[in-house]
């Protein structure tokens, strides 16, 4: 029985097809979801800043990207409502994107893991394994990769 599944997203594709997927089956097991955005201290790309550009949102990389984390996870919410889950939560964390997700699901106590295989990463994350395959490697439960 799944009781808690976690969600990483990222804002991409392979993301949001993990949120469809993780909510249809908290839907059909009654279980919690949990959608989780992890924070990484960086220079936003330049697709990031014309994106704050046309939502015109004012600041610096750190608002810019807070807020964009707020978007993302609220967006996930309701992908994930509309594909039946019930039992949503959010949250927006800071700190290195693997690992954090690993440690959220620990402290939080979740059963599986369910993330995009190719997220909003650069060629570097491409070359040394991506996110996904490194929550697969550390974490302790169940890691579904979406594709």
């Known amino acids: ?6 969600v990483a997203v990222d804002g991409s594709d392979h993301a949001f097809k993990a949120v469809d997927l993780g909510a249809s089956i908290a839907s059909a097991m009654g279980s919690e979801l949990r959608i989780l955005y ?10 990031l800043l014309e994106y704050a550009d046309a939502e ?5 990389n750190k608002d810019i990207l807070e807020k964009m984390a707020s978007d993302i996870v609220t967006n996930a919410k309701a992908r994930a409502e509309k594909s ?5 939560t959010t949250e927006v964390i800071k700190g290195p994107v693997a690992r954090s997700i690993v ?3 620990k402290d939080c106590g979740v059963d599986m893991i369910v993330i995009g295989t190719r997220g ?7 070359l040394r394994g991506g996110v996904s395959h490194r ?6 439960v169940p890691v579904l990769s979406v594709r």
């Open 1 to 6: 029985m799944l009781k808690t599944i976690l």
């Open 38 to 47: 992890v924070l990484k201290s960086q220079s936003l790309p330049k697709g």
């Open 56 to 60: 015109h949102i004012i600041g610096g």
């Open 84 to 88: 039946g889950a019930t039992n949503i």
């Open 103 to 105: 440690k959220c699901g």
């Open 120 to 126: 909003m990463g650069n060629i570097e994350a491409t």
């Open 135 to 140: 929550v697969e490697l550390l974490s302790s």
